[in-house]
């Protein structure tokens, strides 16, 4: 039976979504394609009737979690970002959470294409972040910018070494409250 173009366009969508979710939760080595297609609903041999490699598909669901994060960050100023960023909650969501911390690492032993996407992502948070701190003709000033990657490289940080804890640790909950605190202590 032949699917039709919107269809297929749908599938697609649905595939990378389901990547997006599965990659940030088991790593980019840890989903295999008939896994990921069968968690996606489909079987293992329409995958590349989408996609031409599992590299082709790593790229396009690391733009696509890195965007559900710029969408989320539209809504709120820097404090309010990095206060839930943060958090307990961001932390043990890793599938739901930022794509930056939960494959940063994994995209530093990529392919150089994946890795732009990575820091085309870090540039537009980063530009969505100084929104607020921009003058009239749009600008953040190189001391405002160097405090954000700053505060960024931080925050990916404490929930990187969160998560590399044990969920019960009691250092698990020490790094992300004391980096918590000088984050938006450096945010006012």
């Known amino acids: ?17 389901t ?4 990659f940030r939760e088991r790593g ?16 293992h041999g329409g995958f ?6 599992k ?20 809504a709120v100023d820097a404090a309010q970002f990095f206060d839930l960023y943060v958090s307990r909650q961001h932390r043990d969501s890793r599938d739901a959470g930022c794509t930056l911390a939960a494959l940063g690492g994994d995209a ?5 294409n994946l890795k732009a996407i990575f820091a085309d992502g870090i540039d537009s948070l980063l530009a969505t972040l100084g929104r607020n701190e921009a003058s009239a003709d749009g600008d953040v000033s190189q001391e405002q910018r160097a405090r954000l990657i700053g505060q960024l490289a931080q925050a990916v940080g404490a929930i990187l070494l969160s998560r590399a804890c044990p969920d019960d640790s009691p250092l698990a909950d020490e790094i992300l409250s004391v980096c918590h605190t000088q984050i938006l202590a450096a945010t006012k």
């Open 19 to 22: 990547a997006s979710h599965l």
């Open 55 to 74: 590299a082709d598909l790593m790229a396009e669901s690391a733009a696509c979690g890195i965007s559900k994060t710029l969408e989320r960050t539209q």
């Open 48 to 53: 590349y009737k989408h996609f031409g490699s």
């Open 108 to 112: 530093a032993r990529q392919p150089e």
């Open 1 to 17: 039976m032949r699917v039709s173009k919107a269809q297929a366009q749908a599938n697609r969508a649905l595939i990378v979504d």
């Open 28 to 43: 980019y080595d840890g989903v295999g394609v008939a896994d990921l297609m069968a968690a996606a609903g489909f079987t």
